[in-house]
C-alpha cells in the first residue's frame, strides 16, 4: 500500500539559510500534518491542513510557513535557519472527515543546521 | 488543553514475559487515543486506537491496550514479549473537536526486550 512520501530524507543547511521540506500524502487522503521532533524529544505538532486550508496551528516559530497544493501535497517552508532548528520533521496526512482519526505517519526528514 | 504522561522513560523485560508500558491523559471531553512506535531513524507506525466501544482494543504484532476512563489510562500490553519489540513507544491523544485533529505525544518510553 502507498505510504506518506517525504522529501528530502535528509537535509543538511547552515544557519540563516533558507529549505523547503516536502510531503505527498496517501493517495485520497486530503489532510495533512506536520510536526518537528527533536533529539530525544517526542514529536510536537507545527501545523495542519485540510482542503488546502490550513486547520489548526501549533508551535510553528513566524519563520516557517506552510501550505498544501491542489494535489493535496505540503510543503513546509523554512527561513532564517537556527541550530535548534536540526530536528526530524514528520508529515502526516489523514482522510480527514471520511477517517478522522488516523495518522498516517511519512519517514521524515532529518534537517541539520551547522 | 489535552496532555499525555509517560511515566517510565525505560521498561525493560525479559523476552517471553509480558509486558506493560504506561500512559495516562488528560482531555477536556472524550479522547481519542493512541499508540505509535518508532524504530531507530525511521518514521512513527501506528499500532492500535481507541475511539469507543469495547475498552480492551487490538492492535497490530500482537500489542493491545486497555482504556480505563476512572484512571484516565490507555497503556500498552503484549502477553509474551520478543526481542523484535524493543523500540521507542509513544503515546497520544487528539481532541473529539473536528478542526482540533492534532495529536499531543508523551515523551515516550524506550521498550529493551533481553534475550
Known amino acids: 500500500a502507498a505510504g506518506v512520501i517525504q522529501s528530502p530524507r535528509h537535509l543538511i543547511k547552515e544557519k540563516r539559510e533558507t529549505a523547503t521540506l516536502k510531503c505527498y500524502p496517501i493517495?485520497?487522503?486530503?489532510?495533512v500534518y506536520w510536526y518537528q521532533q527533536g533529539p530525544g524529544q517526542d514529536p510536537q505538532f507545527l501545523i495542519s491542513f485540510y482542503e488546502k486550508m490550513q486547520s489548526d496551528k501549533g508551535s510553528i516559530p513566524d519563520r516557517f510557513s506552510a501550505q498544501q497544493f491542489s494535489d493535496y501535497h505540503s510543503e513546509l517552508n523554512m527561513s532564517s535557519l537556527e541550530l535548534g532548528d536540526s530536528a526530524l520533521y514528520f508529515c502526516?496526512?489523514?482522510?480527514?472527515?471520511?477517517?478522522?482519526?488516523?495518522?498516517?505517519f511519512g519517514p521524515g526528514t532529518r534537517l541539520t543546521v551547522t | 488543553a489535552q496532555s499525555v504522561a509517560q511515566p517510565e522513560d525505560q521498561v525493560n523485560v525479559a523476552e517471553g514475559n509480558p509486558l506493560t508500558v504506561k500512559c495516562t491523559y488528560s482531555v477536556s471531553g472524550n479522547p481519542y487515543l493512541f499508540w505509535y512506535v518508532q524504530y531507530p531513524n525511521r518514521g512513527l507506525q501506528f499500532l492500535l486506537k481507541y475511539i469507543t466501544g469495547d475498552n480492551l482494543v487490538k492492535g497490530s504484532y500482537g500489542f493491545e491496550a486497555e482504556f480505563n476512563k476512572s484512571q484516565t489510562s490507555f497503556h500498552l500490553k503484549k502477553p509474551s514479549a520478543l526481542v523484535s519489540d524493543s523500540a521507542l513507544y509513544f503515546c497520544?491523544?487528539?481532541?473529539?473537536?473536528?478542526?482540533?485533529?492534532?495529536?499531543?505525544f508523551g515523551t515516550g518510553t524506550r521498550l529493551t526486550i533481553i534475550p
Open positions: 497520544a491523544v487528539r481532541d473529539t473537536n473536528f478542526g482540533n485533529e492534532k495529536l499531543t
Open positions: 493517495p485520497r487522503h486530503d489532510t
Open positions: 502526516a496526512s489523514s482522510l480527514g472527515l471520511a477517517d478522522p482519526y488516523e495518522q498516517y
